[in-house]
């Protein structure tokens, strides 16, 4: 029988109701840069995040049936209340094994006028169409006539612990997730579209940190979302440290009857999102998105042949930028100062893929095939070993 698990986050009294693994910084990680206070991408006011997750089965893979190990991440920039409200932002692929819908029109307009949906591969599909749908039963527009809309829908592959070519995203998964979205803290780990994602030789999946930046008398916040599901251990980074070396010959993955496939060491993909309240405009989100490889190379990721690397950067300030029938005024910080939030960017994506790791659970999956989550008490001990760690 299928078990479909819905994760709704909420804050109570400053305590966290879900259980969740240490973060990075529980154990003392020296990742560099101040933190919101849930060093998390819903510390960026307005935005909202809400997961479906679909865990089901064991054993042998039967086409259709399961194993199933998937699910959806939803990501409302301004919240889902908002409805159509626009922000300006851009992207940027390092690598572009991947797919994420929408972003030819986020490139030539300027503004991101939808959600930011993360899913498996093989389910951008019926995503995007479920996403359609839940606009026009609750007037997304507003009553408005609107002719076209180009909903942003991201992906990794989970193929090798989930039965992803049985199509078992449903519009229901995605109505779930968007229905779940909350502004209190982010569970991470094996959580929706990250459930049955690998990274860098251990379990992968989603996470996120953030950072505050203060440039001149301003206090801004810069934080990232990841779904990650790339790299080769070998090549695993964590605050300088090469753990991956160290941890070569521990709880490597286990593929006993793997689908037909050229994977490569290396191979695999990472949707990483930013938000900021920044005041900054689509060409500096470019260069914002641009910096997002840097936090990807500080833990040990190249932009691999068979990679997805995708990434995309928004702003939530400049509420009022959108019209279509008269001219708006809008403020943008000077490029020269800038530089903070850059280095705030790759401060963010750097922790955020390895809170990934570090929340998530070993996860079996198809056939028995299975990832280890990266051990905190092996990571801990590797830290002290290189004088990272008292």
């Known amino acids: 029988m299928k078990r479909t698990i819905s994760t709704v986050l909420f804050l109570s009294i400053g305590l966290l109701v879900f259980s969740q693994k ?27 995040v809400g997961y479906s997750t679909i865990i089901s089965g064991k054993g042998g893979n039967v086409l259709g049936k399961g194993p199933i190990r998937t699910g959806v991440t939803a990501i409302f920039p301004r919240g889902k209340a908002k409805k159509f409200s626009p922000v300006y932002a851009n992207w940027y692929s390092l690598n572009g094994n991947g797919e994420m819908t929408g972003t030819t029109w986020v490139t030539e307009s300027g503004f991101l006028e939808t959600p930011i949906m993360i899913t498996n591969t093989n389910s951008v599909g019926v995503v995007r169409d479920a996403v359609l749908k839940w606009y026009v039963d609750h007037d997304w527009y507003s009553g408005e006539d609107w002719w076209y809309t180009y909903p942003v829908v991201a ?9 992803i070519y049985g199509f078992h995203v449903k519009e229901k998964h995605v109505l779930e997730a968007i229905e779940n979205v909350s502004g209190a803290a982010i569970k991470e780990g094996n959580i929706g579209g990250g459930t049955g994602m690998m990274c860098l030789g251990f379990k992968g999946g989603t996470g996120t940190s953030s950072r505050i930046v203060k440039i001149k008398d301003s206090t801004y916040t810069l934080a990232a979302l990841v779904q990650a599901n790339f790299g080769a251990k070998k090549n695993l980074t964590v605050a300088g440290v090469p753990v991956g070396q160290e941890l070569k010959d521990t709880l490597n993955y286990v593929f006993k009857g793997s689908p037909k496939s050229r994977r490569q060491p290396g191979d695999g993909s990472i949707i990483v999102v930013v938000a900021t309240d920044a005041p900054l405009l689509p060409h500096q989100l470019k260069r914002i998105a641009q910096r997002v490889p840097l936090g990807i190379r500080a833990v040990g990721g190249y932009g691999s042949n068979g990679s997805g690397d995708i990434f995309i950067a928004l702003s939530t300030a400049n509420e009022k930028a959108f019209d279509r029938e008269v001219m708006t005024t809008v403020r943008t910080l000077p490029n020269d100062q800038m530089t903070p939030l850059f280095e705030a960017t790759s401060q963010a994506v750097e922790e955020a893929i390895i809170n990934a790791m570090l929340a998530a659970d070993d996860m079996e999956g198809i056939n028995g095939n299975k990832a280890y989550a990266l051990p905190h008490e092996l990571l801990v001990k590797t830290l002290k070993k290189y004088r990272r760690l008292n």
């Open 22 to 48: 240490p973060r990075a910084r529980d154990l003392k990680i020296p990742f560099e840069g101040k933190t919101g206070k849930l060093n998390a991408i819903t510390d960026v006011k307005g935005v909202e």
């Open 155 to 163: 992906e990794t592959y989970d193929g090798f612990l989930n039965d």
